[in-house]
């Protein structure tokens, strides 16, 4: 099996400033699965502890000059060590300011697989490669990766993939999450366990409670996608776990509980700086999903060449 390509400023600007940073605090390692079209940094896809995340990026807003082959479909997955990616990446970027202050040449950052003999071993082991490439110079900087993944486990993956991409029926755009990512760090002092309401009408309300206290918001009239009511008029002036309480009889409303520290997580996908936020319940209760919205620079148009989807775990399935 074969990858090399060329990072691109822009792709460099997206991992290094924006997405690298974030996925590293939902987890330290992930898969990296690379195919014909697309590069995806993926957590917690193949076991069922802690937060599921996608990021998705169409190999043009990374690379260009991409070269990818393998006996399985030119697919090629493997693990390995953000914090490490991140340290090469931002190393890679100061060498290349450094000979751009010197030269009038281009600096090229190509990144590859390759194997190795590492120290003290007599057995090749596989590493990305990341070289950074002067005038008359080249910095080489080798990321220890995982065996690649057989073609079982690829398939494996891509199911686990193909099965995160499900969307919830309902979903509620979160346009400003500041007050969110306020609470949360609020929320941490109370409780281990965040109580997240949903209803086709587009109200989205999450609380943490104890027996001595109870923290929370409520988010009202929010722009819906996908299956939606109107909200009933006896429920405008009642409580908020009221209007919840009957929205769930109803069956136009969902809530589940989920880890504080697992939302906590997902609410750091903002600092990739998306436009917007949609949250969702899956069927049964089955996750909570939150999906980030980018859209093209100057533009209200989504840029498909980027996604980024997160899936939590439920702790209990709450009602509904």
Same mark, same amino acid.
């Given at each position: 099996?074969?990858?090399?390509?060329?990072?691109?400023?822009?792709?460099?600007?997206?991992?290094?400033?924006?997405?690298?940073?974030?996925?590293?605090?939902?987890?330290?390692?992930?898969?990296?699965?690379?195919?014909?079209?697309?590069?995806?940094?993926?957590?917690?896809?193949?076991?069922?502890?802690?937060?599921?995340?996608?990021?998705? !990026?169409?190999?043009?807003?990374?690379?260009?000059?991409?070269?990818?082959?393998?006996?399985?479909?030119?697919?090629?997955?493997?693990?390995?060590?953000?914090?490490?990616?991140?340290?090469?990446?931002?190393?890679?970027?100061?060498?290349?300011?450094?000979?751009?202050?010197?030269?009038?040449?281009?600096?090229?950052?190509?990144?590859?697989?390759?194997?190795?003999?590492?120290?003290?071993?007599?057995?090749?082991?596989?590493?990305?490669?990341?070289?950074?490439?002067?005038?008359?110079?080249?910095?080489i900087q080798d990321i220890p990766i995982s065996k690649p993944l057989s073609r079982a486990q690829v398939t494996e993956l891509q199911n686990a993939l193909d099965s995160a991409q499900d969307l919830p029926p309902?979903?509620?755009?979160?346009?400003?999450?500041?007050?969110?990512?306020?609470?949360?760090?609020?929320?941490?002092?109370?409780?281990?366990?965040?109580?997240?309401?949903?209803?086709?009408?587009?109200?989205?309300?999450?609380?943490?409670?104890?027996?001595?206290?109870?923290?929370?918001?409520?988010?009202?009239?929010?722009?819906?996608?996908?299956?939606?009511?109107?909200?009933?008029?006896?429920?405008?002036?009642?409580?908020?776990?009221?209007?919840?309480?009957?929205?769930?009889?109803?069956?136009?409303?969902?809530?589940?509980?989920?880890?504080?520290?697992?939302f906590a997580k997902s609410l750091q996908c903002h600092l990739a700086r998306p436009d917007s936020a949609f949250y969702g319940i899956g069927p049964q209760g089955s996750c909570l999903t939150?999906?980030?919205? !980018? !859209?093209?620079?100057?533009?209200?148009?989504?840029?498909?060449?980027?996604?980024?989807?997160?899936?939590?775990?439920?702790?209990?399935?709450?009602?509904?």
């Amino acid at each position: 099996m074969k990858f090399k390509a060329f990072v691109t400023d822009n792709g460099v600007n997206l991992l290094e400033k924006r997405f690298l940073p974030v996925l590293e605090k939902t987890g330290k390692s992930c898969h990296l699965y690379l195919t014909r079209d697309h590069a995806l940094f993926l957590h917690n896809l193949l076991n069922g502890d802690g937060v599921h995340s996608v990021a998705q !990026f169409r190999k043009e807003a990374l690379f260009h000059d991409y070269r990818i082959s393998s006996n399985n479909d030119d697919r090629i997955a493997f693990a390995l060590d953000l914090s490490l990616l991140l340290r090469a990446l931002r190393s890679a970027v100061a060498i290349a300011s450094e000979y751009s202050a010197s030269s009038s040449t281009a600096t090229r950052l190509e990144i590859k697989l390759v194997k190795k003999l590492s120290p003290n071993s007599t057995q090749s082991m596989p590493f990305l490669t990341l070289e950074t490439r002067g005038y008359k110079s080249a910095v080489i900087q080798d990321i220890p990766i995982s065996k690649p993944l057989s073609r079982a486990q690829v398939t494996e993956l891509q199911n686990a993939l193909d099965s995160a991409q499900d969307l919830p029926p309902t979903l509620v755009q979160v346009p400003d999450s500041n007050q969110l990512l306020n609470l949360v760090d609020r929320m941490k002092q109370v409780g281990d366990v965040v109580n997240v309401f949903i209803s086709k009408h587009g109200d989205l309300s999450v609380q943490v409670s104890t027996t001595l206290i109870s923290l929370g918001a409520e988010f009202r009239r929010l722009v819906v996608i996908g299956e939606q009511t109107n909200a009933p008029s006896e429920d405008q002036n009642v409580s908020a776990q009221t209007r919840s309480s009957r929205s769930i009889s109803r069956g136009d409303g969902q809530s589940v509980q989920v880890s504080v520290k697992h939302f906590a997580k997902s609410l750091q996908c903002h600092l990739a700086r998306p436009d917007s936020a949609f949250y969702g319940i899956g069927p049964q209760g089955s996750c909570l999903t939150v999906i980030f919205q !980018f !859209f093209i620079p100057g533009t209200r148009e989504t840029d498909k060449s980027i996604s980024l989807h997160c899936r939590l775990p439920v702790l209990d399935s709450g009602s509904g």
